[in-house]
C-alpha cells in the first residue's frame, strides 16, 4: 500500500528565510504533484515532476524529485507572506485503471513578518 | 474557461438524511475523481470515472455512497442516511487523459458536508 509522508507538519518561519518540505513515499511511482491550498479553498497545482532528477522552479519555489530515494523537496526561497498557505504533495498510485493521487497529510506554512 | 465546479458549496444535513453533491467537471476532461477530505488532513481518494464508467470505487467507504457520471460529465456523489462521521468536505477533480504522465488534477471548490 502506497503510504506519503510530509514533514514537518507545521512551519513557521520568519520573511526572508530559506527552508524545506520534506515527502517520502513508500512504493515505487513516477508521477509526484505538489499542491497548494489556501484556507477554506480547493487545491492548486503547484508542480508536477516525473522523472529522477527532475526540478521545477516557480518564483520562490523549487520542487525536486529522487525516485531512487522516493523523495521530492519543496524548497522556499526568500519566503514572503504570500506564500503562507497548506502544502500537500501527491504521489500517483498504480493499480488497475485508476490514476488516483495519495496525499501527504499537508505542510502548514506560516510566514511571519 | 471555467474550472471545476461544485454544488452545493456548503450542505448541513441531520442525521440520517441522504445528500446528494454535483460536480461539473472541465468541459472535455475524461477522468473524474471524488475525494474526501477531514479536517486538518489531505484528500483521501473515494471513487473514478472514465467518461461514464466507474472504473474504481475502491474508497468509497461503506455501501451508503453511491457515485454516478450517467453521460460522461456531470456527476453526482449520493451519500444515503448521512453519519456524524460523514462530515468532511468532498472534493472533486477532473483531468483529460487517462493514464498519461504528466495529466494534472484539477480541483473543485469542494463541498463542505455537515452532519448534525
Known amino acids: 500500500e502506497l503510504k506519503v509522508e510530509q514533514n514537518p507538519l507545521f512551519l513557521s518561519m520568519q520573511e526572508g528565510k530559506n527552508y524545506t518540505i520534506y515527502c517520502n513515499y513508500s512504493t515505487t511511482s513516477d508521477r509526484l504533484y505538489w499542491y497548494r491550498q489556501d484556507p477554506g479553498k480547493s487545491l492548486e497545482s503547484l508542480f508536477v515532476l516525473l522523472s529522477n532528477g527532475a526540478v521545477k522552479q516557480e518564483g520562490r519555489l523549487m520542487a525536486s524529485l529522487d525516485t531512487k530515494a522516493r523523495l521530492s523537496t519543496l524548497h522556499i526561497t526568500a519566503a514572503v507572506h504570500d506564500l503562507s498557505a497548506t502544502y500537500f504533495c501527491a504521489v500517483a498510485a498504480y493499480g488497475g485503471a485508476t490514476n488516483k493521487l495519495i496525499f501527504g497529510t499537508g505542510t502548514l506554512l506560516a510566514v511571519q513578518p | 474557461g471555467a474550472g471545476v465546479s461544485q454544488s452545493p458549496r456548503y450542505k448541513v444535513a441531520k442525521r440520517g438524511q441522504d445528500v446528494a453533491l454535483r460536480c461539473d467537471p472541465i468541459s472535455g476532461h475524461v477522468s473524474l475523481f471524488w475525494y474526501q477530505q477531514a479536517l486538518g488532513q489531505g484528500p483521501e481518494f473515494l471513487t473514478y470515472?472514465?467518461?461514464?464508467?466507474?472504473?474504481?470505487k475502491s474508497g468509497l467507504p461503506s455501501d451508503r455512497f453511491f457515485a454516478e457520471r450517467p453521460e460522461g460529465s456531470v456527476s453526482t456523489l449520493k451519500i444515503q442516511r448521512t453519519q456524524q462521521e460523514d462530515s468532511a468536505v468532498y472534493l472533486c477533480a477532473s483531468s483529460f487523459y487517462t493514464g498519461a504522465q504528466g495529466d494534472t488534477q484539477y480541483f473543485g471548490p469542494g463541498t463542505r458536508l455537515t452532519v448534525l
Open positions: 470515472f472514465q467518461n461514464e464508467a466507474q472504473l474504481d
